[in-house]
T-cell receptor, first 109, second 116 residues
Framework: GQSLEQPSEVTAVEGAIVQINCTYQ??????LSWYQQHDGGAPTFLSY????GLEETGRFSSFLSRSDSYGYLLLQELQMKDSASYFC??????????FGKGTRLHILP | GAVVSQHPSRVICKSGTSVKIECRSL??????MFWYRQFPKQSLMLMAT?????????EQGVEKDKFLINHASLTLSTLTVTSAHPEDSSFYIC????????????FGPGTRLTVT
């Protein structure tokens, strides 16, 4: 089967750094994406990794290790508005995008 | 930019009726559109992949006769929930991609369907 594993919930303090991990097992792999979703809203694209290494976009960075089938999203200088659900997603065989179950990030003042 | 719209944003219908949801890419031509379903506090479940001019590809467990998908043009895909039942109540989200590189999916704002 195909699966992505990520923690269900993470709590961090405003201004801190948090890392959300994602491990995957899929039929074929073309890239790992991260999406943010606020309650009641649609997912918005954050980042994409096709090759090993770290991609940085402002306060958010994403890492991929294809040999370990593992990636993470790193959020720095956390703000209250970052409270949301974060999904990792893999583009697998047949061009399907498979989403993880999501990590709910709680930020404390 | 890349904007995807959905209409309606919310719909309430009676059991047994059909509901059509439209998904439009406003400023680009979408080679492929996807339809997802999301229950509260759960992940997005891919229902089907829609390519312009061809039949949709449905995921295992999704009834193609119940969830009719029509991709009439490169900017419009529709999902019709036929003979809706309360268990079909959910958040339906479409997404579109510009090209097969599929680095990024552009999501619509979603449609909240409530079947009474």
């Amino acid at each position: 089967g195909q699966s992505l594993e990520q923690p269900s919930e993470v709590t961090a303090v405003e201004g801190a750094i948090v890392q959300i991990n994602c491990t995957y097992q899929t039929s074929g792999f073309y890239g790992l994406s991260w999406y943010q979703q606020h309650d009641g809203g649609a997912p918005t694209f954050l980042s994409y990794n096709a090759l090993d290494g770290l991609e940085e976009t402002g306060r958010f960075s994403s890492f991929l290790s294809r040999s370990d089938s593992y990636g993470y999203l790193l959020l720095q200088e956390l703000q209250m508005k970052d409270s949301a659900s974060y999904f990792c997603a893999v583009r697998a065989i047949d061009d399907k995008i498979i989403f993880g179950k999501g990590t709910r990030l709680h930020i404390l003042p | 930019g890349a904007v995807v719209s959905q209409h309606p944003s919310r719909v309430i219908c009676k059991s047994g009726t059909s509901v059509k949801i439209e998904c439009r890419s406003l400023d680009f031509q979408a080679t492929t559109m996807f339809w997802y379903r999301q229950f509260p506090k759960q992940s997005l479940m891919l229902m089907a992949t829609s390519n312009e001019g061809s039949k949709a590809t449905y995921e295992q467990g999704v009834e193609k006769d119940k969830f009719l998908i029509n991709h009439a043009s490169l900017t419009l895909s529709t999902l019709t929930v036929t003979s809706a039942h309360p268990e079909d109540s959910s958040f339906y989200i479409c997404s579109a991609i510009k090209d097969r590189a599929m680095r990024e999916q552009y999501f619509g704002p979603g449609t909240r369907l409530t079947v009474t």
